[in-house]
Structure formats: structure tokens, C-alpha cells
């Protein structure tokens, strides 16, 4: 990068009002992912449910999301960006509060499956229309769609610690009181956005996966997404901590997220490069992983590789989801939900067979088996570099 593109890159761009409301609403839905976590063994307990059961809170939200992507474009042509993310906020509302008024772990599962739906119409719709519609391009604007996320992820466990504490249900009717507010910001605030021109197809994400380098991005967070959601859904039960221990860890793992993918991933991309800048975070969280399996039975090494993870983690979100943006030459919101319909199937998967694993084989197993996906992840971008190349020339 020039020395004036990049005294350009980092000149600050008055964004938009449109922006800042859309991204208050995605910070208070990621809220809901990270408000989950503390409250894991809680609900094991209180609802007598095996981990395994209990991690399906993430496999029914994950699967459903990933799945409902292939509709989100399809909604959003029809109805337009402002009404898909109203009705995506509506799901979420409604079927959190059903999650936390439900009374055994089956209904909490469906209900997290339907606040997956909500989910998968908002997060989709909310990157497009934050590329779209930001000032400063599109790597500006990705940074702050992860800073939202990694807000909302930062702040969520400690809010759910502390509403978990109380009850395990007071984080799922938290999620609805917060979304209601975010439901409101963008009714009043968000302008109405034109549709598009065309009309998109269910089958449109699945058309745009023929690009190699779009396929090669979608198989590498599907298998890194595993060892992500190893993490999130499994180590909340070997750390040994309260909702109040468990909020503040995720909390500082949430900080480390959010930091990294805003303030270290443009500096690291725009030195390395996103494929080097990938293939390093990757073998560095599955290093994290290996670490936390070998010294599984030590809370402390595990608390402490939970928090470092979150700067592995936060960088390659920000690298991954750039690319994603550039590698194909479709439409930014089919290339979002192809990639994603991919992720979050590894997101579904994750969360079950590691507590499966452990259930099975010993505490060690998950976080070994989760090491070991990721470092398939870096071997998919490492051996596909020649359908990556174009994202670094674009980059630059």
C-alpha cells in the first residue's frame, strides 16, 4: 500500500446517521450469542440436561441461521433492507422470550432455532446494507460491522452473568427488552432503502459457491467455525466458574475480539497481507486450542487461553469477512449469504460434537479435535492461494 493510499486508508469518514443505527442494532444482536454462554451449566443444571444437550442452544441457532441465509436475499429484494431487518428483530424478540419462559431444554432449543431465523435475516441484511451505504469503502465498512460485532460479544457475557445470577432465564427475556429497543432505533431513524433492481433466487448463494475462492472462504470457516464454537460452547464447562466468573472472562475474550478486528486486522492486512495474515491467526488459535487440551484439567491455563484466543479470533474475522467480500464477482449479499450458509452449518456442528466428544472420550478430546479443524481451515486457504491472489491485489 502507497503511502498516500494509506494516509488516505486511515483519514476518518463522517459516516452516515443510517450507519450508527444499524450498527446500535447489530451490536445488541450479537449480544445475544455472547449473553448465552455464561449461563451454560446453569441450565444444565436447572433443566437436567448433559452438556451435550445444552450446546444444542448453539447447533439449532447456528443450523437454522445457516440454512435461512439462502432465503435472506430473497426476503430482502421483495420486502427491502429496512423491513427484512424490522422482521428479523421481530423473530428474535418473539422467540427469545419463548426461550426463557420455556421449561425444558427441548423447548429452549426449538425456540433458539426460530431466534436463528430472526437472526439469520438481520445479520446478513445488516453487512450488506452497511457496505452499501458507508462512507470510506468497503474495508472500512467491514471494520465496523466487526467492531459492532465485537462489541455486542464483548458486552453480552458480562450482561448475561449478571441476569443469570438472578435466573438463568433473565438473559433470554434481556435479549427480547434490548431488541425491542434496536426494533424501535431503526423503525424511527432508518430511512427507506431502495430495492434492488432485480430479484433474488433461493438458489442465487448456491450459484455463487462455483467461484473457487468463494467455495475455498465458506469451507474455511465451516471448519474453523467448529473450533470457534468448541470454544464458546464447551470451555464454559471446565473453567469451574460461576455466571459471574464466566461473564467476565468472555467479557475480556470479547474485548480482545473486538480490538483486534478494528484496530490490529487492517495494520496486519495491509503488512502481511489477508492470505499470510489468515493462515497465521489460524495456526495461532489452533495452537490456543491444543494448549487448552493439553492443560485441560488446570482452570487457570484454560481461562487464560479463552481470553488470548479472542485476538486470533477478532483478526480473522475481519481478514475473512474482506475477502469474502472481494473474492467473488457476485452481489455483496449473495456472496454473504453463500459464505455464511457454509459457516454456520460448522457453527451447528461445533457445539454438540465437542460436548459429544467429551461425553464419550475424555475432557481433552474437544479442544484437541477443535485444534485440528482449525488447522484444516489453514490448510484449505494456504493450498487454494491461486484463487485467493485477486483478494490482495484488491486490497491493496
Same mark, same amino acid.
Given at each position: 500500500?502507497?503511502?498516500?493510499?494509506?494516509?488516505?486508508?486511515?483519514?476518518?469518514?463522517?459516516?452516515?446517521?443510517?450507519?450508527?443505527?444499524?450498527?446500535? *442494532?447489530?451490536?445488541?444482536?450479537?449480544?445475544?450469542?455472547?449473553?448465552?454462554?455464561?449461563?451454560?451449566? *446453569?441450565?444444565?443444571?436447572? /433443566?437436567?440436561?448433559?452438556?451435550?444437550?445444552?450446546?444444542?442452544?448453539?447447533?439449532?441457532?447456528?443450523?437454522?441461521?445457516?440454512? !435461512?441465509?439462502?432465503?435472506?436475499?430473497?426476503v430482502s429484494s421483495r420486502i427491502g433492507v429496512k423491513w427484512t431487518l424490522l422482521t428479523g428483530i421481530i423473530f428474535i424478540i418473539i422467540f427469545s422470550a419463548l426461550a426463557g419462559s420455556s421449561n425444558g431444554i427441548w423447548g429452549v432449543v426449538s425456540f433458539r432455532g426460530g431466534w436463528g431465523l430472526g437472526n439469520s435475516l438481520f445479520i446478513a441484511t445488516a453487512l450488506s446494507a452497511i457496505v452499501g451505504l458507508s462512507v470510506g469503502g468497503t474495508a472500512k465498512a467491514i471494520i465496523l460491522y466487526e467492531a459492532a460485532i465485537g462489541l455486542g460479544i464483548s458486552v453480552g457475557p458480562l450482561l448475561g452473568g449478571e441476569l443469570g445470577s438472578?435466573?438463568? =432465564?433473565?438473559?433470554?427475556?434481556?435479549?427480547?427488552?434490548?431488541?425491542?429497543?434496536?426494533?424501535?432505533?431503526?423503525?424511527?431513524?432508518?430511512?427507506?432503502?431502495?430495492?434492488?433492481?432485480?430479484?433474488?433466487?433461493?438458489?442465487?448463494?448456491?450459484?455463487?459457491?462455483?467461484?473457487?475462492?468463494?467455495? =475455498?472462504?465458506? /469451507?474455511? !470457516?465451516?471448519?474453523?467455525?467448529?473450533?470457534?464454537?468448541?470454544?464458546?460452547?464447551?470451555?464454559?464447562?471446565?473453567?469451574?466458574?460461576?455466571?459471574?466468573?464466566?461473564?467476565?472472562?468472555?467479557?475480556?475474550?470479547?474485548?480482545?475480539?473486538?480490538?483486534?478486528?478494528?484496530?490490529?486486522?487492517?495494520?496486519?492486512?495491509? +503488512?502481511?497481507?489477508?492470505?499470510?495474515?489468515?493462515?497465521? $491467526?489460524?495456526? @495461532?488459535?489452533?495452537?490456543? @486450542?491444543? *494448549? $487448552?487440551?493439553?492443560?485441560?484439567?488446570?482452570?487457570?491455563?484454560?481461562?487464560?487461553?479463552?481470553?488470548?484466543?479472542?485476538?486470533?479470533?477478532?483478526?480473522?474475522?475481519?481478514?475473512?469477512?474482506? *475477502?469474502?467480500?472481494?473474492?467473488?464477482?457476485?452481489? =455483496?449479499?449473495?456472496?454473504?449469504?453463500?459464505?455464511?450458509?457454509?459457516?454456520?452449518?460448522?457453527?451447528?456442528?461445533?457445539?454438540?460434537?465437542?460436548?459429544?466428544? !467429551?461425553?464419550?472420550?475424555?475432557?481433552?478430546?474437544?479442544?484437541?479435535?477443535?485444534?485440528?479443524?482449525? /488447522?484444516?481451515?489453514? /490448510?484449505?486457504?494456504?493450498?487454494? +492461494?491461486?484463487?485467493? !491472489?485477486?483478494?490482495? +491485489?484488491?486490497?491493496?
Amino acid at each position: 500500500m502507497t503511502e498516500e493510499a494509506l494516509k488516505t486508508y486511515s483519514q476518518p469518514e463522517k459516516q452516515p446517521l443510517v450507519i450508527w443505527v444499524i450498527f446500535f *442494532a447489530t451490536i445488541i444482536s450479537f449480544m445475544g450469542l455472547g449473553l448465552v454462554d455464561p449461563i451454560l451449566p *446453569a441450565i444444565a443444571e436447572k /433443566l437436567h440436561a448433559t452438556p451435550s444437550q445444552v450446546s444444542l442452544l448453539f447447533s439449532s441457532y447456528n443450523l437454522i441461521t445457516g440454512v !435461512a441465509m439462502l432465503i435472506t436475499g430473497v426476503v430482502s429484494s421483495r420486502i427491502g433492507v429496512k423491513w427484512t431487518l424490522l422482521t428479523g428483530i421481530i423473530f428474535i424478540i418473539i422467540f427469545s422470550a419463548l426461550a426463557g419462559s420455556s421449561n425444558g431444554i427441548w423447548g429452549v432449543v426449538s425456540f433458539r432455532g426460530g431466534w436463528g431465523l430472526g437472526n439469520s435475516l438481520f445479520i446478513a441484511t445488516a453487512l450488506s446494507a452497511i457496505v452499501g451505504l458507508s462512507v470510506g469503502g468497503t474495508a472500512k465498512a467491514i471494520i465496523l460491522y466487526e467492531a459492532a460485532i465485537g462489541l455486542g460479544i464483548s458486552v453480552g457475557p458480562l450482561l448475561g452473568g449478571e441476569l443469570g445470577s438472578i435466573s438463568w =432465564r433473565g438473559p433470554f427475556y434481556g435479549v427480547s427488552v434490548l431488541m425491542i429497543i434496536a426494533f424501535l432505533a431503526l423503525l424511527i431513524k432508518m430511512p427507506k432503502v431502495a430495492k434492488p433492481k432485480t430479484k433474488s433466487s433461493v438458489l442465487d448463494p448456491i450459484k455463487a459457491l462455483k467461484f473457487p475462492g468463494l467455495f =475455498r472462504l465458506g /469451507l474455511t !470457516a465451516f471448519l474453523y467455525n467448529i473450533g470457534f464454537f468448541t470454544l464458546m460452547a464447551y470451555a464454559p464447562f471446565v473453567m469451574g466458574l460461576d455466571e459471574h466468573g464466566l461473564g467476565y472472562v468472555f467479557l475480556g475474550w470479547g474485548l480482545c475480539l473486538a480490538i483486534t478486528s478494528v484496530f490490529v486486522a487492517p495494520k496486519i492486512q495491509a +503488512r502481511f497481507g489477508t492470505i499470510k495474515s489468515m493462515c497465521a $491467526m489460524l495456526i @495461532l488459535f489452533a495452537l490456543t @486450542l491444543l *494448549a $487448552m487440551g493439553i492443560w485441560t484439567d488446570s482452570s487457570t491455563v484454560v481461562i487464560i487461553c479463552v481470553i488470548i484466543a479472542g485476538l486470533f479470533l477478532g483478526t480473522n474475522n475481519t481478514l475473512i469477512t474482506t *475477502a469474502v467480500m472481494q473474492v467473488a464477482p457476485v452481489e =455483496r449479499a449473495t456472496a454473504s449469504a453463500a459464505y455464511s450458509f457454509v459457516r454456520f452449518i460448522g457453527g451447528a456442528i461445533g457445539p454438540w460434537l465437542a460436548n459429544k466428544l !467429551a461425553e464419550s472420550f475424555t475432557p481433552h478430546i474437544p479442544f484437541i479435535s477443535g485444534a485440528i479443524f482449525v /488447522l484444516l481451515a489453514m /490448510l484449505v486457504v494456504a493450498f487454494g +492461494r491461486k484463487h485467493l !491472489a485477486h483478494v490482495d +491485489r484488491a486490497t491493496h
